[in-house]
């Protein structure tokens, strides 16, 4: 059982960052982003995979947002600039142990002020 723990959610103003963390209590093939916003779907922002050492991200995301971590420690980031009240959601951290994204974290509330 892996439990994943993030930090660093909060309220800002359009054009702020914010950095989010996640830190997994045990070893992962890979670790990634999600967000939810109110009525939405969930949806995939970044990914960080160790082994192949490549990240991807969702276009919407791409060039605002940098994934970014450390293998031995379990614990991904996820950098955020220019934010845009459109960005209000709850992120997520997912990792992938025995399956894809298979270990949720509780989620942390970003805000977005105009």
């Known amino acids: 059982q892996v439990q994943l723990e993030e930090s660093g959610g909060g309220l800002v103003q359009a054009g702020d960052s914010l950095r989010l963390s996640c830190a997994a209590s045990?070893?992962?093939?890979?670790m990634g982003w999600f967000r939810q916003a109110p009525g939405k779907e969930r949806e995939f922002l970044a990914r960080?995979?160790?082994?192949?050492?490549?990240?991807t991200y969702a276009n919407s995301v791409k060039g605002r947002f940098t994934i970014s971590g450390d293998r031995v420690k379990n614990t991904v980031y996820l950098q955020m600039n220019s934010l845009k009240p459109e960005d209000t959601a709850v992120y997520y951290c997912a990792a992938s142990v025995r399956r894809q994204d298979d270990y949720w974290g509780q989620g942390t509330q970003v805000t977005v002020s105009s």
């Open positions: 960080n995979m160790w082994i192949a050492g490549i990240t």
């Open positions: 045990g070893p992962t093939l890979n």
